[in-house]
């Protein structure tokens, strides 16, 4: 239940928030995964949130709509799509609401990242497939972290 209203919040949240102050440390962030990444096979999406003791946030690396390169995500997916991985906010483009994996299914024959708002849809390399968003998802920068189940994801510890 928290963790849903966190989640909920968390792009209410990033819209009023203030910019950072100086002072507030610009960094990777390390971020552990439930799915190694030399283990993910193709199609596959590991959702991941910004660590919360001391509370941090992801830097987007780009975007267009309600994302830009340098605003706050507070989650993100790492997706392994045609051999590439990509990591992602998981911040939708058009206002801000969180996306969720919808795996292949009967009725639903591509995977993709759908946001429960007002029904936008991106593809697993970030495109949109379906509107109102008309820019695809915001990439994080990140590399390999010291393990196959931790990578370093571009933030800022917020420390409140
Ligand atoms: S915020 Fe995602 S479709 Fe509007």
Same mark, same amino acid.
């Given at each position: 239940?928290?963790?849903? +209203?966190?989640?909920?919040?968390? =792009?209410?949240?990033?819209?009023?928030?203030?910019?950072? =102050?100086? *002072?507030?440390?610009?960094?990777?962030? #390390?971020?552990?995964?439930?799915?190694?990444?030399?283990?993910?096979?193709?199609?596959?999406?590991?959702?991941?949130?910004?660590?919360?003791?001391?509370?941090? $946030?992801? !830097?987007?690396?780009? &975007?267009?709509?309600?994302?830009?390169?340098?605003?706050? /995500?507070?989650?993100?997916?790492?997706? @392994?799509?045609?051999? @590439?991985?990509? +990591?992602? /906010? !998981?911040? %939708?483009?058009?206002? &801000?609401?969180?996306?969720?994996?919808? @795996? $292949?299914?009967?009725? #639903?024959?591509?995977?993709?990242?759908? %946001? =429960? %708002? #007002?029904?936008?849809?991106?593809?697993?390399?970030?495109?949109?497939?379906?509107?109102?968003? /008309?820019?695809?998802?915001? #990439?994080?920068?990140?590399?390999?972290? =010291?393990?196959?189940?931790?990578?370093?994801?571009? *933030?800022? +510890?917020? &420390?409140?």
């Amino acid at each position: 239940m928290t963790a849903t +209203v966190i989640t909920g919040l968390a =792009p209410i949240l990033v819209y009023f928030w203030p910019a950072p =102050p100086k *002072g507030q440390k610009k960094g990777p962030l #390390h971020v552990a995964l439930q799915t190694p990444v030399d283990q993910l096979q193709d199609g596959d999406a590991v959702k991941f949130d910004a660590p919360r003791n001391p509370n941090s $946030a992801f !830097i987007m690396a780009d &975007g267009g709509g309600d994302n830009a390169p340098g605003e706050l /995500a507070f989650g993100g997916f790492v997706v @392994k799509n045609q051999g @590439k991985v990509n +990591v992602f /906010a !998981i911040n %939708c483009s058009h206002l &801000g609401c969180s996306v969720a994996l919808a @795996k $292949a299914a009967p009725g #639903h024959p591509e995977a993709s990242f759908d %946001c =429960p %708002c #007002h029904g936008s849809r991106f593809r697993l390399d970030g495109s949109v497939l379906h509107g109102p968003a /008309a820019y695809p998802l915001s #990439h994080l920068s990140w590399k390999q972290g =010291p393990n196959p189940s931790e990578i370093e994801v571009e *933030g800022i +510890v917020l &420390g409140f």
